[in-house]
């Protein structure tokens, strides 16, 4: 269906180019789209045409249409011609089954023949969207090359050209030039042997006559100053004379100036895998550049008509599009119903179920006389809506959304504007109450400004595909698509690209590309005026340089196809009728236009989000209805619970959505939210202008009666009461200007954006209208300018209160969760980012905050996700070890509940078949301590994993074969009781991981350290060397030089506005973690590695806004170079409690034998004496072995000989 949007809709105006304004065109060019095989830019396309005189340009990228609509807007907006064309891969007319069986062999590349194909007009555009996007539904080639009788049958008003030496008719001009004799003659009388390619040449003209109409195919003239084109161009002007085609000149242009060949020649490398030595001899000499004038009249002088028709196609192309009509598919009725009716009927119906729930919801509290304002409302809204051409919009939007709801498939409260309008909210599109919170449905749907509505739609991250595959059933697979994007080659990638292709070090290129900052969407150009290093090392080296200049040609550029998070578009008559398609690899249909680009043609985008909040919710709801309320309903919990708002206002807010930041931590403790117009408040608050500009200080001191309250007007009380009489929302300046100014509130919608924008002209236009409508009110016109100056400056801030009202309402449902079941929100959250090792780490430190314990992996008690297994207490999910499959894992989980827990390892390897759980996932299970329950060290369960899966193996391959002999009658192989020979050995065997050992494998499975924590394998280092425990370092504000022992989890680099380095160090101890930052000026140049026990010195600051603290570092080493300069002198001490026996003496002289090759394989500077204590005697040696070299082995070498009755004292 199409649904026109009228005049208001801004149009792309007809830009008629006079082609007389210059003899030339380029009508065979490849941009960047061609992905990795063209090195021009759009806009620079169009700015070089323009630079060339020429009024008018094609675009014919290879096999597909990518950037057409870009192209031709960019053309459009410079007063060019757009021509827009493709250079397909085609089957050839030659592959034929008849000319086969004639005896002609075709011999087109593997890739298949090219051809340029050109639209005449609008259904020529169609036809031209038919033919390209046709090869993507045959998978049986590599590239989509177009089928000749896919070709015959959607060809109308369109011109081809034949392409290049890769065309069809020039392959078939050169095999028979290639025989004997004179090359006109071959082709008036052929000798037999070659004959069937003569037919084969007439059969392709024949046919490019038949499919294109007579002079719409024209012959090529390519002179790229490659020898064998210079060979040819005579030949193909003879054939096409004889079979009195057409010919024209093109350029084949796949850069715009000799001085980019190096850059595409880059390109074309990255995209064949191939170096730069591998192709350098192949594009020395040759030239794809944009010609100027003087060069195509150079080269083609002795074919003035091929220069001559290239005017000719140009003015044959005529297509102009018509933007603003927009193209939905019909919403399926009962018969006799239109749309209008249908959506009367249902917001109705819905409207009086909202209604019944508010009244349950809110009980005493709600007015039932005002529910005459909803139905209102209401029927104002769907009024506007029918009137503007949009109820089938409404009703598909409605039909998903409920569909979603109906299937357990969670559904956001809403997003963006949409929130504000009372029909959405009678359809069940959103659930925020439009008029309870103020909300304008004009802000959504403007009648005075006519343009599509626009809902996008949050669902659970894990469901969402599940409502676009219902979509694409509803509507039909050839009528629904995704939106593609483009992989663009950033400024690491580049640099790496072009350092392969040049061949210069892995090593060097690494070392270059890990100096450009790590800042999201930073280019090469920002990077060197940021790290002056770069540039230092390309003074050093030419390759650097070159590689340098090369990747900043490239940067930018289109690398790949991806495909659009939300975006989903919905049409009618199959997607491939109104833009080209593609397919992925899983067969999706995707537009090749980006979303903005596919809107403009006329196409109706639907955003289908993931929220992973939506899925911790659901997940949070499941756990309290399976073990405390089995009636809970998120959707009825009170908004003004005195509890939710205490933690809060502590900022005890570590996984509640959107409040969890540590600015936004610092905002909630300072502003103290009270009510949920404060949580609404605050998420519109928390925004770059609104902290810049003083907003958010006012707001507080106002909240908190420690600064008055003052409305310029007293009709602005009720406007502005909820957020203390600041213009905090882009609703306030709309009802500020309707009950002062009397505008509309679609005419406010207008003003609205006007200031936004701040185009003086239309500023000053609607000033004057504010001030006229104001004075109606008896508003001076003094405070009516002062008002309006007000609300232009406070409109620079404002945000969509609809939005932020939704959104604030899921993050007061995950407070209510956190306060009310706190263990089910922290299991639900840590499952959501079970592959997410940061976040899992803070989550895990909440819990203990909150002193939960947090239950290591066990196969006889976790599940794949977080559980409760009881009160405060977390169980560790098995699907959060890194590298652990799902369905083995689902399998071992089924038995264990149906049958009760493994007993020991030879049951477990008797009732799972191990082999199938697979070596690497039980050695990930082993590591990560999920076998610990059996008792054994897990260095001595790897060790005999072998054994324990080949029992396993044999023990499951003979069940089968008794099943298979016995059928019923068998009953079990071996009792699982008994234990194996090799699980009795085990027991025996001395092969422990050391502590820190095991440890660091934890938690590179587990993301946490959860069993114990490195800083307490060295105790002694702990007293030595810390001074405050990571938990305390609030309570040290103002302290410089405190010492603290902690795991360095990592650290990074980044650089100062003012160019200077500071890095990020991630430390951990037993009691928590911090991020520091350290300068330049502080810390050594070689830094210690991640993964590595330290000493550091920091000191502690207050946080620039009077909340949080900074955390500096004034000197970091690692733990051994720390002892090696501290440690001068330790003593060992060997303890008894019984005189100085045979036997006591004996195990005595061991420890100090273990002692002594331990001195003599590990010898350093610190001095090292032996202390033998017995109960009545005490005896001190010097070994004659040297000093000894403390490190973090040895160390713990010596620490695990406590039990043994060693002690170490430094």
């Known amino acids: 269906m199409r649904v026109a949007i009228r005049d208001f809709f801004t149009k792309e105006t007809s830009v008629e180019a006079t082609i007389d304004a210059s003899p030339f065109v380029h009508l065979h060019v490849h941009s960047e789209y061609s992905l990795l095989d063209g090195a021009i830019r759009i806009a620079d396309l169009v700015k070089k045409a323009k630079k060339l005189g020429h009024t008018a340009v094609a675009l014919t990228d290879h096999g597909n249409m990518f950037g057409a609509i870009e192209f031709y807007s960019k053309c459009k907006d410079n007063g060019i011609k757009p021509i827009l064309g493709s250079e397909i891969y085609y089957e050839g007319a030659t592959s034929s089954t008849k000319l086969t069986e004639e005896g002609f062999a075709p011999l087109r590349p593997a890739d298949a023949y090219h051809l340029v194909v050109l639209a005449k007009s609008l259904k020529g555009y169609y036809s031209l969207c038919r033919i390209v996007s046709a090869p993507y539904n ?141 192709i350098r001899g192949r594009i020395q000499t040759t030239e794809f550049h944009m010609l100027t004038d003087e060069e195509f009249q150079l080269r083609f002088h002795d074919w003035p008509e091929a220069l001559a028709n290239q005017k000719v196609v140009a003015e044959s192309c005529k297509l102009e599009f018509k933007f603003g009509e927009y193209f939905l598919p019909r919403f399926s009725l009962p018969s006799g119903e239109t749309e209008p009716d249908a959506l009367r009927r249902l917001s109705k119906e819905g409207l009086e179920d909202r209604l019944v729930y508010l009244r349950k919801l809110y009980g005493k509290s709600h007015d039932q006389e005002k529910e005459a304002d909803y139905w209102r409302r209401l029927e104002y809204e769907v009024e506007v809506i029918i009137s503007m ?238 073990s405390k309320d089995a009636k809970f309903d998120i959707t009825m919990i009170d908004l003004e619970r005195k509890e939710v708002y205490e933690i809060l206002q502590a900022a005890q807010s570590v996984g509640i959505f959107q409040l969890e930041g540590s600015g936004m931590q610092s905002l ?48 602005l009380a009720e406007i502005l009461s909820d957020t203390y009489g600041i213009i905090l929302y882009q609703e306030q300046v709309q009802k500020i200007a309707a009950i002062l100014a009397n505008y509309s509130l679609g005419e406010a919608d207008l003003l609205r954006r006007a200031m936004g924008k701040k185009k003086p002209e239309e500023m000053a236009k609607q000033k004057a209208r504010f001030i006229s409508g104001s004075k109606e009110n008896n508003v001076d016109d003094k405070v009516a300018d002062d008002l309006f100056e007000l609300m232009a400056k406070f409109a620079a801030y404002g945000f969509n209160k609809s939005h932020s009202a939704a959104y604030g309402l899921v993050s007061y449902q ?33 819990c203990r905050r909150l002193r939960f314990k947090i239950m290591p992996p066990n196969i006889n008690r976790s599940f794949l996700q977080f559980d409760v297994p009881r009160a405060k207490a977390i169980g560790y999910g098995l699907a959060a070890i890194k590298g652990i499959g799902g369905t083995s894992i689902e399998a071992m989980i089924a038995d264990r509940e149906a049958n009760g827990p493994f007993n020991s390892l030879t049951e477990f390897a008797k009732r799972i078949d191990l082999h199938k759980l697979g070596k690497k996932t039980l050695e990930l299970l082993i590591q990560a301590g999920a076998l610990d329950g059996f008792k054994l060290n897990r260095a001595v369960l790897t060790q005999i994993l072998p054994e324990m899966v080949k029992f396993s193996e044999s023990n499951h391959s003979a069940k089968k074969q008794g099943q298979r002999l016995l059928f019923d009658d068998f009953d079990e192989v071996g009792d699982t009781t008994e234990i194996a020979d090799w699980e009795k050995d085990a027991a025996k065997l001395v092969v422990p991981y050391s502590r820190i050992d095991w440890l660091l494998k934890e938690r590179k499975l587990l993301g946490v350290f959860l069993t114990g924590h490195p800083t307490e394998i060295y105790p002694l280092d702990g007293k030595r060397f810390s001074q405050v425990k990571l938990k305390d370092i609030d309570k040290n504000i103002g302290k410089k030089g405190l010492f603290c022992m902690a795991f360095l989890g990592d650290h990074r680099e980044r650089l100062t506005k003012s160019g200077k380095r500071m890095t990020y160090f991630n430390l951990e101890d037993e009691t928590g973690s911090y991020e520091a930052v350290g300068f330049e000026k502080d810390i050594p140049e070689e830094k210690p590695p991640a993964g590595s026990m330290v000493v550091v ?114």
């Open 668 to 715: 909630l403790k300072k502003l103290k939210p009270s009510r949920f117009e404060d949580i609404i408040a605050v998420v519109a608050l928390f925004r770059p202008g609104p902290l810049g500009s003083g907003m958010v200080d006012d707001f507080i001191e106002r909240k908190h009666g420690r600064q008055d309250i003052v409305y310029e007007h007293p009709s």
């Open 138 to 278: 045959d998978p049986r080639t590599p590239v989509p090359v177009v089928r000749h009788d896919v070709l015959k049958s959607n060809v109308e008003d369109l011109v081809a050209l034949s392409s290049c030496l890769r065309g069809e008719f020039a392959a078939l001009v050169e095999l028979i030039a290639a025989q004997a004799g004179d090359f006109l003659e071959n082709l008036k009388n052929p000798q037999e042997e070659f004959k069937p390619l003569v037919t084969a040449l007439d059969h392709h003209v024949a046919e490019m006559f038949a499919i294109f109409g007579e002079g719409n195919y024209y012959i090529e003239l390519i002179d790229n100053n490659l020898p064998q084109q210079k060979r040819m161009l005579p030949l193909l002007v003879a054939a096409a004379r004889h079979y009195n085609l057409p010919i024209v000149a093109t350029a084949d242009s796949h850069y715009l100036n000799p001085d980019d060949q190096e850059a595409h020649a880059v390109l074309t490398a990255i995209k064949n895998d191939l170096k730069m030595s591998d």
């Open 389 to 626: 051409g949009f109820p089938g919009y409404f009703l598909i939007v409605q039909d998903f959304i409920n569909w979603a709801k109906d299937n357990d498939i969670p559904v956001g409260p809403g997003r963006g504007s949409g929130a504000g309008s009372v029909v959405a909210y009678a359809l069940k599109i959103t659930d925020i109450d439009p008029l309870r919170f103020n909300l304008i449905f004009e802000r959504f749907l403007n009648p005075e400004r006519i343009s599509m509505p626009d809902f996008d739609v949050d669902f659970c991250q894990e469901k969402r595909d599940q409502v676009i595959r219902y979509v694409t059933n509803k509507y039909s697979p050839e009528n629904v698509a995704q939106i593609t994007t483009f992989g663009k080659m950033k400024a690491k990638a580049a640099l790496r690209d072009v350092g392969r292709v040049l061949q210069i070090g892995f090593t060097r290129v690494d070392r270059i590309a890990k100096l450009i900052p790590n800042e999201l969407e930073i280019t090469l150009k920002d990077a060197l005026e940021k790290e002056p290093r770069i540039l230092e090392e390309a003074k050093r080296d030419d390759n650097i340089q070159k590689m340098l200049d090369l990747a900043l040609k490239i940067e930018g550029m289109s690398r790949h196809t991806s495909v659009h998070a939300a975006g989903v578009v919905i049409a009618e008559g199959g997607m491939h009728n109104l833009v080209p398609t593609y397919k992925d690899e899983s067969g999706q249909l995707i537009t090749q236009y980006e979303m903005k680009n596919a809107e403009k043609v006329g196409l109706v985008k639907f955003d289908f989000l993931g929220l992973k909040t939506l899925t911790v919710i659901d997940k949070a709801v499941k756990l309290i209805r399976g």
């Open 814 to 846: 995950t407070a209510y969760l956190k306060t009310f079941f706190t263990e089910q929100f922290m299991a639900a959250i840590m499952t959501c980012d079970l592959d997410n090792t940061e976040k899992l780490v803070r989550y895990t430190e909440e």
């Open 1097 to 1210: 010195q920091l000191s502690v600051q207050m946080g620039f806004d009077g909340q949080g603290v900074n955390v500096r570092v004034e000197n970091i080493q690692t733990l051994e170079q720390a002892r090696k300069s501290v440690i001068k002198k330790a003593v060992l001490q060997i303890k008894s409690n019984t005189s100085p026996d045979a036997e006591t003496l004996e195990r005595q002289m061991k420890l100090i034998g273990a002692v002594k090759e331990l001195v003599q394989a590990n010898p350093g500077s610190t001095a090292l004496s032996l202390e033998l204590a017995f109960e009545k005697a005490q005896v001190k040696i010097r070994p004659n072995t040297g000093g000894i070299n403390l490190t973090d082995p040895v160390c713990q070498k010596l620490f695990a000989l406590q039990s043994e009755g060693l002690s170490l004292q430094y």
